[in-house]
């Protein structure tokens, strides 16, 4: 995650301080459920999981999280809100001191599950749009999914919630993303992240922009968190899946506002790339532990050990904790992989090599030969 404000700003976020500090699974995705209301092109979570965890399996999953140094925990599906227990897992989760968090497609988000939320210790809830209406609701393959995902925001930040959008770049809806920014801006948001597709689901590498047009998004994209930042907004521009971001970003800094540069490097040097295995997991609707939540590769499962056993014997995680060693191709004599590293995920769901380039990196060859001095 690369947060493109708080490096333009200078001004880190809190939250980057919970989710990039020390050496262990600080953010974790819990994909509750693998139930969904709606029937999303591009959904990553298509595959069928087997037997959900039971409750009381779920309870005792969150006080494994506890142990093994979880802070931030984002309930994910499917759709979560299907989930009958959901509100009592997130409230047993801020009982034990993580921060409970809700990735949705807003359409359930009613009155009374918002002040449930709330009252369970929610702190944010992240709603996913695929551009404005009539192209979210051919995403989402269901007549009124906007209007009603809309509502659920509203409703969601009523009760005094923070409230994101989560965007995910693909050929069929980038050109709609400056558009829903400004929307989204107007409506208070806090949050607005830019996920770039990774090959997972329903997901597919033809669905991706080709490198041309994403780096020409992706600088766009700058140019409207400076324009957001210089009008006073309040909503925090971010990237998801695309460490590179940051690298792109700070070579750009470098020419233009040097000072800025160096504490936007210092910064990405704090983060350190790709936190996969490192800074997040994933557990899946049957105990299942992931690297991430778009990764296939199972790591063991919290019914048979405990999580803080399965990460630290699994050769995935310990790879991915070395990292930026053992890379290759691109990636691995890229100068910035120390602070990038490429999406691990996407690396092997093209090449089956998690520690192959990144094929959806768009700095050429000259740019990744050597990080600018300010």
């Not at 931030?72 to 921060?99: C, H, N, Y």
């Not at 209406?133 to 659920?152: L, N």
């Not at 890379?327 to 120390?338: D, E, I, N, Q, T």
């Amino acid at each position: 995650m690369v947060n493109i404000t708080a490096l333009l700003s200078g001004e880190p976020d809190k939250a980057d301080g919970t989710r990039y500090s020390g050496d262990r699974p600080l953010v974790l995705v819990w994909n509750v459920t693998s139930r969904c209301n709606l029937d999303c092109v591009h959904c990553y979570s298509t595959s069928a999981f087997g037997d959900e965890l039971s409750h009381e399996e779920a309870l005792s999953a969150v006080d494994e999280f506890r142990r093994a140094g979880v802070k931030v925990l984002l309930f994910s599906g499917g759709e979560p809100l299907l989930r009958e227990d959901v509100l009592e897992l997130g409230k047993a989760s801020s009982d034990s001191g993580i921060f409970p968090c809700l990735s949705t497609n807003g359409t359930l988000i009613t009155k009374e599950f918002a002040r449930g939320l709330k009252e369970a210790g929610f702190i944010y809830v992240g709603v996913s749009l695929d551009g404005l209406r009539g192209t979210h609701d051919e995403f989402r393959r269901k007549e009124g999914a906007f209007r009603e995902a809309m509502a659920g925001m509203e409703r969601a930040a009523g009760e005094g919630m923070k409230v994101g959008v989560r965007f995910t770049v693909t050929k069929f809806n980038y050109h709609e993303l400056y558009d829903l920014m400004d929307l989204a801006d107007c409506l208070e948001v806090k949050r607005f992240c830019v996920y770039h597709l990774v090959y997972s689901g329903r997901a597919e590498p033809d669905h991706d922009l080709d490198l041309h047009r994403k780096r020409t998004l992706i600088e766009g994209l700058f140019r409207k968190a400076r324009e957001l930042l210089e009008r006073g907004s309040q909503m925090q521009v971010l990237t998801v899946a695309g460490p590179f971001d940051g690298a792109f970003l700070y070579r750009k800094l470098a020419k233009e506002d040097p000072a800025g540069a160096k504490e936007a490097l210092k910064a990405l040097e704090v983060q350190g790339g790709e936190s996969t295995g490192r800074k997040l997991l994933c557990v899946d609707p049957s105990g299942w532990v992931r690297p991430n939540q778009f990764w296939e590769r199972r790591l063991g499962n919290i019914r048979e050990r405990s999580l803080v056993d399965i990460i630290s014997k699994d050769p995935t995680i310990d790879a991915l904790r070395r990292l930026p060693e053992g890379l290759s191709g691109r990636c691995g004599r890229c100068a910035f992989k120390g602070v990038c590293g490429g999406f691990r995920a996407r690396a092997e769901q093209v090449f089956g090599n998690f520690l192959a380039e990144d094929p959806a990196c768009y700095l050429s060859e000259e740019e990744i030969g050597h990080v600018p001095r300010t």
